[in-house]
């Protein structure tokens, strides 16, 4: 039982170069979401998938695309990174019910030139 | 817009002592999450208070959950070196539990 994945840990871009992070989970979960953590701030929720087929704006989804491939699989999209976007990203999962917790992956740190 | 405030930041504190990380939050909600995160790594759940008044123990860490104050604590007894670490509590709202809002995290250094 692997949890959360994430892909790539790292990865450096330039300035206007797009790429997608992955994310997986194999915990049967239901909702699915996308954070960024920057240096000394908490987590800011970019995008979240309450279920397979929805996807919904977070505090801070400008910039990004989200798709939810399906159940297990949701991808996160920079279609042209900017240095501002510099951060780790983390995804999490959880069953989609009132009181339940999130679960976290490992984190991709990207550097934006 | 909700704002999850942590205090202190920063907690540098001798093994063996009691501290209180405290969170406030400011709009309505009876459900609190919290997190640790040890250095390059993820976040780990600690506790989930789902009512006014609730309490939960874990080992020398304590939370409690005051939703008539907006508040929850973190209470650390008689730390040790293995605490160290960022704490962060995180609250949804009513109206959409999916949406979860995280404090910017206590940085907690327990010195042998």
């Known amino acids: 039982n692997a949890g959360v994945t994430q892909t790539p840990k790292f990865q450096v871009l330039k300035t206007g170069q797009s790429m997608t992070l992955q994310c997986a989970q194999d915990?049967?979960?239901?909702?699915m979401y996308w954070y960024r953590q920057d240096p000394g701030m908490g987590l800011r929720l970019i995008y979240y998938s309450a279920s397979e087929g929805t996807t919904d704006k977070g505090e801070v989804p400008n910039g990004y695309n989200v798709s939810r491939l399906n159940k297990r699989e949701f991808s996160l999209r920079l279609e042209s990174a900017a240095p501002s976007q510099t951060s780790v990203y983390f995804c999490?999962?959880?069953?989609?019910?009132?009181?339940?917790?999130?679960?976290f992956g490992p984190g991709t740190r990207l550097l934006v030139l | 817009e909700l704002k999850v405030e942590q205090n202190p930041l920063f907690l540098s504190m001798q093994e063996g002592k009691n501290y209180t990380i405290y969170c406030n939050y400011s709009?309505?909600?009876?459900?609190l999450y919290w997190y640790r995160q040890d250095p390059g790594k993820s976040l780990e759940s600690l506790f989930v208070?789902?009512?006014?008044?609730a309490v939960k123990q874990e080992g020398r860490l304590m939370a409690s959950l005051d939703t008539k104050a907006r508040l929850s604590t973190l209470h650390i007894t008689a730390a040790v070196h293995d605490l160290s670490a960022t704490y962060f509590c995180a609250v949804d709202i009513k109206r959409n539990f999916n949406k979860f809002y995280f404090g910017s995290g206590t940085k907690l250094n327990v010195k042998p």
């Open positions: 709009t309505t909600s009876d459900r």
């Open positions: 915990m049967n979960h239901n909702s």
């Open positions: 999490a999962s959880s069953v989609n019910r009132a009181k339940e917790t999130q679960y």
């Open positions: 208070l789902l009512s006014n008044g």
